[in-house]
Structure formats: C-alpha cells, structure tokens
C-alpha cells in the first residue's frame, strides 16, 4: 500500500523560500516518476512539477519556472520541493504524487495513481 506524507509547509512572508518534503512507504517509489501539485481555496488542482525516477530530468508549470525546483532522494525515497521568491499566488496545499513509470513521459501531465494528504505552503 502506497503512503505519502508531506510536510514543511509554514508560513513565510512573500519573497521568501520553503522547502516541501514528501516520505514514500510501502512502495517502490524510488522507480516511477513522481510529481507535485498544488491546490488553492475554491481552485481546481494545478501540476506544479514532475521528476524521472533516475532525477535525470525535471519538468516544471510555465508559471513555478525559475522559481521551483524539485528533487528527490531515492535512498531515503524522499521527494522534495524547493520554493524560492515566494508570491502571494503560491499560497495552496500543496501534494505529491506516484507514477506509473520510471520517466515522466507527459512531464507534468504524467499520469499519476496516489497522492498524500498534502501540505499547506505559504499562508
């Protein structure tokens, strides 16, 4: 059974920089794509970003690039997000997201099958 967990979401004044961490259990995580959303009070969900099983390539939303990086650890199947320059608009819960496949063949339109309780980022 597949288990995310999010967390490092705290409130941080714009302009600022957060960093989102996602923990994998019971799956092999560490060999599919894995990828990031968002969703903000009364939006739909939004693909923020999505990275190869191996991190050899990373894909990004037009409007988190420059801005967002995502990385992952795959000996600690950790999974994470860095935030920089905060904006007002970055204010969401924010969740990530397993694969089906070690590459993320859609970049962030991937299909993906679970995805954690979520995080909240900027306030």
């Known amino acids: 059974q597949v288990q995310l967990v999010e967390s490092g979401g705290v409130s941080v004044q714009a302009g600022g920089s957060l960093r989102l961490s996602c923990a994998s259990s019971g799956y092999t995580t560490r060999y599919t794509c894995m990828g990031w959303f968002r969703q903000a009070p009364g939006k739909e969900r939004e693909r923020v970003a999505a990275i190869n099983a191996d991190g050899s390539a990373a894909f990004y939303a037009d409007s988190v690039k420059g801005r967002f990086t995502v990385s992952r650890d795959n000996a600690k199947s950790a999974l994470f997000l860095q935030i920089n320059s905060l904006k007002p608009e970055d204010g969401a819960m924010y969740f990530c997201?397993?694969?089906?496949?070690?590459?993320?063949?859609?970049?962030?339109?991937?299909?993906?099958?679970?995805w954690g309780q979520g995080t909240q980022g900027k306030d």
């Open positions: 997201a397993a694969g089906y496949y070690p590459y993320c063949n859609k970049g962030i339109y991937s299909d993906f099958h679970h």
